[in-house]
């Protein structure tokens, strides 16, 4: 065991989780925690069925967000490489906004926002809007078109390229270095993979916390 206050400084740490549904369970209570308003973006379909559509099917686009300000996020595709904007890039959500335009009557919970501003905590060489008070750059998100073909049939989803992040899976770790996760080793068939996970991603084993549930 360790002292409260140790654990404390765990409580922003990402968690790691052998499963989808672990994962699923902790970043709804940490958005449940935040006490913001939740808004869910759905995504836009073409095609009988897209709305099916796997994840990994649409490109790393999924079918609906459920997301809010404050919540910490992850890039689902690789958006300017060479800037550092990849598939794995984490940040918090700055504001969401909606395009403002002759119609001033749009109500959040049907229409698509037209951006999502990130604060960015890795490197990142490209513009930005502003940087925040952590002196972090804050760059906007827009909405990405994916196409794939089933069954014969061509299909598309229209969302945002990010997934909430508070908790990752294993494979979504793959490559990530970090300054603090907590690994959960409640799983026994997930302990020795997890184990290594926690061990090969962070920058200092101070920064690496093991709990059992």
């Not at 404050?70 to 990849?86: D, H």
């Not at 598939?87 to 395009?99: K, L, P, S």
């Not at 804050?138 to 945002?160: H, V, Y």
Request: proline share 5%; net charge positive; hydrophobic share 40%.
């Amino acid at each position: 065991r360790i002292p409260r206050e140790q654990w404390r400084d765990f409580d922003d740490a990402l968690r790691i989780y052998g499963t989808h549904k672990e994962v699923d369970r902790y970043n709804l209570k940490k958005l449940e925690e935040m006490n913001r308003p939740v808004i869910r973006i759905i995504a836009e379909h073409t095609g009988r069925k897209a709305k099916e559509g796997a994840f990994d099917e649409a490109g790393g686009l999924l079918p609906e967000i459920a997301i809010c300000k404050g919540a910490k996020v992850m890039l689902t595709q690789n958006l300017w490489v060479e800037k550092g904007l990849v598939n794995g890039t984490m940040g918090d959500v700055f504001d969401i906004v909606w395009e403002v335009g002759m119609d001033s009557n749009i109500d959040p919970r049907k229409t698509m926002p037209q951006m999502i501003l990130i604060e960015v905590w890795e490197e990142y060489d490209g513009p930005y809007i502003l940087r925040s008070m952590r002196n972090r750059p804050i760059i906007p998100i827009f909405p990405k078109m994916n196409s794939w073909t089933s069954r014969g049939t061509q299909l598309s989803r229209r969302q945002f390229p990010l997934i909430i992040a508070h908790a990752i899976t294993i494979h979504k770790s793959q490559g990530m270095t970090l300054d603090k996760v907590v690994i959960d080793l409640g799983v026994k068939d997930f302990a020795v993979g997890l184990s290594y996970v926690g061990i090969s991603r962070v920058r200092s084993l101070s920064g690496l916390l093991f709990e059992a549930s």
